[in-house]
């Protein structure tokens, strides 16, 4: 198939698979295309939330989220989709909480050091 306008990518892929791919959708089209402008918005904000993580806390503290989060859906979908709990999701989600508690346990442990070192605070010297 030749393209010979710069629209005609974009005509063929909303009109050709995601437009068969609505018509078969089965709660209808226009739930379909709801669905899919709700999933990028929820995506977007997802993306928005870990980049002010990154800028507020730290880019380790925004992986180890994220991290959290993917046995999390997991275990969301053991729940709302009646999926079955196999072992790999019970290993992820062991690892995961254990990389978590490290971080934190860690980031605790920093902190009460830190307050226990005396601050030392240079004084500006004057010249006569």
Known sequence: MRFQHRGDFGRVVIHGVIGREAREFGLGETSYYVLMVGSALIW????LGAIGV???G?????AIII??????TEILAVIFYQ???????????????????????GEVKHTKKEKQTPQTEMLPVSNP
């Open 67 to 72: 991290a959290v989060l993917l046995p999390v």
């Open 44 to 47: 977007q904000c997802f993306f």
């Open 83 to 105: 999926e079955k709990f196999q072992a790999e999701k019970g290993v992820s989600l062991a690892l995961s909480l254990w990389g978590f508690a490290s971080y934190f346990y």
């Open 58 to 62: 730290s880019s380790l503290l925004s």
């Open 54 to 56: 990154i800028f507020c």
